[in-house]
Structure formats: structure tokens, C-alpha cells
């Protein structure tokens, strides 16, 4: 029987966990990490906030976003592979935040009420989940009117000839990487696959947009192989 995509995910995570983060540098060479923290300087992280990252993986954004709010802060990840999470588990142990709770759950039926955080993250996950929209109206419903939704995500480069780099390197470099260092050629497959099928920057931002976000910014990274997607929640006035 074929799997259903929400099914091979899961096995792929579930399977590559504690290979995760290693691997993650070398796919992007530690780009993501730059990425991320010019993400995180755009969103001007307020003390004190309360934050929920989605598909929080071994949960890194869950961290910075801790570090950023501090301990007068909330912040939550959530993700549906618990091996990811027992990775990320003992991150959050080894820091000592007490600030931080990470929850076994499905993005696509996020577990908590209306209008509860000022920051939704969602990193390198939002290609994973079933369906995209779903997602990013259940990140909508659960920020607060005037909170940030914020999408980091791989992208399709638009330069030509670096497109057909990049469109070869995720085909055959990354998944012989994921076979070298993670023992994982076939989830590293799936991996690439995911990243060539998902919406480009445009069409992403137009998703953000019938999804209820007003004030859509979106940043390219390294010739758009990867992009921030902000967007804000209505506040009502």
C-alpha cells in the first residue's frame, strides 16, 4: 500500500533524527544558521512575548526564540516526530530554560486556543505537511491580532543557470551527502523531492495572503534557494 505523505514524513524523521542537525549544515554549508538569525533580527522578538514554533524538528528557532523573549517569556514547539523532539529535548535541558515546552502534536490541528501567540515560526517544515494552506490558517488562528507569522523555507531560485545547479545538487549531491554521513540516501531523496515540488517566493506570498496575513514581507537567501515569509495578523482597529 502507498504511503500518504504525512506517513513517509513521519518515517523519514522519525529515522534521520539524530543525524538531523549535522546534516542540516552540510546540505545548506551552515548557511541556515545565517538565515535564520537575519530572520529572527527582522522579526524584532519583543522580552517577554509568547511564541510557538512549528515543526520545531530538534528545535533550534524554539531556542533563539527562548533566548529572544527570555525567561519572562512563552515559547512552545511542537512537531510530530518524537524522535526529533527527544533530541531537542535535551538542548532545552542542557540551557536550563524553564521557559520552554515542547509538545507532541500535528501542525495541521495545532492544540492550542484563538488568538494565543505574538510569534508563529515555521522552519524548513511547511514543505512537509499535507497540505500548505491548512497550516498556515491554523498559524493564523492561533496568533494574536497584530502578532508575526513567519515562514523560513526553501525556495526556487529564479537566476538561470544557478537553477539548474541547485535543481542538481538537491536531485543527486544532497541525497549521496544524506547516504555518507546519515546513512540515508532514500529520506534524503524524499527531502529533495519536497524541496523541488514546494511553491516558489511569489506564489508563497500569495498563499500568506488569502491565508488572512496583511503586510506580507518576503527576503530571498543565497539566490533564493531559500525565503522569509512575514506576515501579520489583522489587529482588528
Known sequence: MQQSKEERVHRVF??????????????????HVAWRKDTMRRMNVQKGAK????????????IALAEAVGPSGEVYGLDFSRNMLKVGEEKVKERGFQHVTLVHGNAMNLPFPDNTFDYVTI?????NVPDYMTVLKEMYRVAKPGGKVVCLETSQPTLIGFRQL????????????GKIFAKSYEEYSWLQESAREFPGMDELAD?????????????????GVAAMHLGYKPDGR
Not at 511564541?51 to 524554539?62: E, K, N, P, Q, Y
Not at 541547485?166 to 551527502?177: E, K, L
Request: charged share 20%.
Open 14 to 31: 522519525e529515522k534521520i533524527s539524530d543525524h538531523y542537525d549535522r546534516m542540516n549544515s552540510v546540505i545548506s554549508f551552515k548557511r
Open 51 to 62: 511564541a510557538l514554533d512549528v515543526c520545531c524538528g530538534t528545535a533550534d528557532w524554539t
Open 123 to 127: 522552519g524548513f517544515g511547511l514543505r
Open 166 to 177: 541547485y535543481y542538481a545538487y538537491f536531485r543527486y549531491i544532497m541525497p549521496f551527502f
Open 207 to 223: 498563499m500568506f495572503r488569502q491565508a488572512g496575513f496583511v503586510r506580507v514581507q518576503v527576503k530571498p537567501y543565497t539566490f
